[in-house]
């Protein structure tokens, strides 16, 4: 009966589609504590602007590794001498002004980062 | 080896063009703008023009190639698929060839042993290579809706998110990525590797190969390694589709390549053997419906046969053939 072992393959492949779509498709996660020690810089990004739009994904993936092997003693040291806490809450420290600041950009070129999985959003803050 | 290390020499060079010419000379016009909608219109022109060409060449035969039980009474089992009878079989089983190049799954390899004793055996390699690189290229085509639609269609969304189910990276790595690499090696390689494929492969065969493989490099370098403002590019995309004519902003030199050697492909379509993606839809063996046997097929040039019948002959020749006494059937 190959119709019995097509309607098999069939649900097989169903159930996969939506375990694709459920693990990557949730937007919204749990809360974690935004809260950072100390507070940060705010008198200009780490790096030039556009540095920061082609590369801000690789700078945050580099300081999710290092925060997570280091804890407190990811710090980085910007070109011009000041220095950061690796953390997401110290991008936002001055980012989450605007609630749209990632999100803007990030729905025009439908790109659907994972951060939010994890970290609250600047959009479902209070 | 001249055949092969021409065509790498040739998608080097031309990855070059482009970077010289928007990271020295500021060509972005050029290269982001112009030599784009020259491609689409040379790929569009050609490609219609070479579907125009073969559908406009008649089919006088049933030509059909079969390999089971064609339509006969009814107590013989009838494979549709293997020996359509009907347009929709014959559609079906095209179709089945498309997506899942079922003629290539009996891919068979003869080894010739000690014996002499010649021995025949399944091959799967080609067939799974191939599938493995069409239907990467595929899903890599179809994510790239995303630069060409504000908000692309929930089942190009649907295959985005399956293809970076992994979550590796944090630009999300795609598995396709990987995929259509592996099965690009695989593919050199398998023309490389046997005496026999060596001698039969041209150039024709290794350029697209080395140019696709190109055009995927450069663009998971600008994924993964060497970034580009992806604002930059979505916006640049969205002006070409709106036909707009306008300079495009500030972006990486890698996008030109990626860009120009898509470009290059889109040219070089129509005229080489890329054409099978259009060709496989007209070929006679495959879309024909093997009915010879209930339907009379007329070769359309064929003359007109002047055909004399006796009754003709007979009121032609009637007098003197009463006088010879011959019998006649009409008085």
């Known amino acids: 009966m190959p119709s019995k072992k097509i309607l098999i393959g069939a649900a097989a492949a169903l159930m996969l589609l939506a375990a694709a779509y459920l693990a990557t498709g949730a937007e919204t996660g749990l809360v974690s504590d935004p809260a950072s020690a100390a507070a940060p810089d705010t008198t200009g990004c780490i790096y030039p602007k556009e540095y920061m739009h082609s590369h801000h994904m690789q700078v945050l993936a580099d300081w999710k590794e290092h925060a997570a092997h280091e804890g407190p003693d990811a710090v980085m040291t910007a070109p011009d001498g000041r220095r950061f806490q690796k953390d997401l809450a110290t991008c936002l420290g001055c980012h989450s002004d605007n609630r749209q600041f990632c999100f803007s950009c990030h729905t025009y070129a439908n790109v659907k980062p994972n951060c939010w999985n994890c970290h609250i959003s600047p959009q479902d803050l209070p | ?331």
């Open chain 2, 1 to 331: 080896m001249k055949k092969v290390f021409l065509p790498l020499i040739w998608v080097a060079l031309l990855s070059c063009i482009p970077y010289v010419g928007v990271a020295y000379f500021g060509m972005s016009y050029i290269f982001g703008v112009v030599i784009p909608y020259l491609a689409a219109l040379l790929f569009i022109g050609g490609f219609s023009w070479r579907i125009y060409d073969w559908l406009s060449r008649p089919v006088p035969f049933c030509i059909t190639t079969t390999c089971g039980q064609e339509k006969s009474l009814d107590w013989i089992a009838h494979q549709k698929l293997e020996s359509p009878a009907t347009k929709w079989q014959a559609a079906l089983r095209v179709m089945t060839e498309v997506l899942f190049f079922r003629s290539l799954f009996r891919n068979t390899k003869a080894e010739l042993h000690t014996g002499p004793q010649l021995a025949y055996a399944s091959s799967k390699w080609l067939w799974m290579g191939g599938l493995a690189f069409h239907w990467s290229l595929l899903v890599i085509g179809l994510r790239h809706a995303r630069f060409f639609f504000m908000e692309p269609p929930l089942f190009i969304r649907l295959v985005e998110r399956t293809d970076r189910f992994f979550e590796l990276t944090l630009p999300a790595f795609y598995m396709t990525d990987a995929l259509v690499l592996t099965a690009i090696t695989f593919l050199v390689f398998r023309r490389l590797r046997d005496a026999k494929l060596r001698i039969i492969s041209l150039q024709t065969d290794f350029f697209p190969l080395f140019l696709i493989g190109a055009i995927a490099l450069v663009g998971m370098s600008m994924r993964y390694v060497e970034k580009v403002d992806v604002m930059a590019v979505k916006a640049q995309m969205m002006n070409l589709l709106s036909f707009s004519f306008a300079a495009p902003v500030e972006i990486g030199p890698f996008f030109y390549v990626h860009l120009f050697l898509a470009s290059v492909l889109a040219v070089y379509f129509p005229f080489s053997k890329l054409m099978h993606a259009g060709a496989i839809f007209l070929s006679p063996t495959r879309n024909l419906a093997n009915n010879s046997r209930e339907k009379r097929h007329v070769n359309p040039w064929n003359k007109p046969i002047k055909f004399r019948t006796y009754a003709e002959y007979e009121d032609e020749y009637r007098e003197k053939m009463k006088k010879a006494g011959l019998p006649v059937e009409k008085d």
